[in-house]
């Protein structure tokens, strides 16, 4: 199995639906982040969680919600979703720990391809 | 501000060739980190170096080095003799400042031939 899993893989739906997008990890990392990838654009951070009881709102918060249910679950959602939601979603985990610089080397699900029609 | 520059969109080249991706970083942080990461057509992102600002030697691992330069505020990758498994996008980028957070660049695209 995958160190981090996200579900699901692929989803088509429509505007101002809400949508949940799921992490799970296995590789008991404290940090999860959530990115977009949009072409041309690198990848953007969504929001980041450094512990279940700590949130933080990165470069592109709006329309976003998160909810850290437990140090391996980080589930992103789109509360009305809208097409320039469109995008790839990856979830990414680090570890300070074993880790100690700041800069984090992530660890990426496969990502999760979000149409919005 | 913090900014990492990947001019080149798409890179194509015929197997065995070597091949250079720029990678251009602007940052005010003293101490700051720079990254690799490639992402095959599979889609996951997979780390392939880190360096920290203090250290300038350039990196050898097989057929990819490094050549990272403060006075140019550059971070190049070289693969040598590519081959078709090379084909990627890869990225680059830039991590540092209060929180550390990365800043990517928008990723060059490369194309092996066989």
């Known amino acids: 199995d995958a160190d981090v899993t996200q579900t699901p893989r692929n989803r088509i739906t429509k505007t101002g639906k809400r949508i949940m997008l799921e992490c799970s990890q296995t590789?008991?990392?404290?940090?999860m982040y959530w990115y977009r990838q949009d072409p041309g654009l690198g990848l953007r951070l969504i929001y980041y969680?450094?512990?279940?009881?700590?949130?933080n709102k990165g470069e592109i918060s709006d329309g976003y919600s998160v909810s850290r249910q437990a140090q391996a679950k980080f589930s992103l959602s789109l509360e009305s979703a809208i097409p320039n939601q469109t995008a790839l979603y990856f979830c990414?985990?680090?570890?300070?720990?074993?880790?100690?610089?700041?800069?984090?080397?992530?660890?990426f699900g496969a990502g999760s391809r979000l149409t919005v029609l | 501000a913090q900014k990492v520059t990947q001019a080149q969109t798409e890179i194509s080249v015929v197997e065995k060739e070597d091949v250079t991706l720029d990678c251009v970083y602007e940052?005010?942080?003293?101490?700051?980190?720079l990254f690799w990461y490639k992402q095959p057509p599979s889609g996951e992102l997979v780390f392939l170096i880190r360096?920290?600002?203090?250290d300038e030697q350039n990196e050898i691992s097989g057929r990819y080095s490094w050549n990272f330069q403060k006075s140019t505020s550059s971070f190049n990758f070289t693969i040598t003799a590519s081959q078709v498994v090379d084909s990627a996008v890869y990225f680059c980028?830039?991590?540092?400042?209060?929180?550390?957070?990365?800043?990517w660049g928008a990723g060059t695209k490369l194309i092996i031939k066989p």
């Open positions: 940052t005010r942080d003293t101490t700051y980190y």
């Open positions: 590789k008991g990392h404290d940090r």
């Open positions: 980028a830039l991590s540092g400042g209060s929180n550390y957070q990365l800043i």
């Open positions: 969680s450094f512990d279940v009881k700590d949130i």
């Open positions: 360096r920290n600002s203090f």
């Open positions: 990414a985990t680090s570890d300070p720990l074993v880790d100690p610089t700041g800069a984090n080397v992530l660890t």
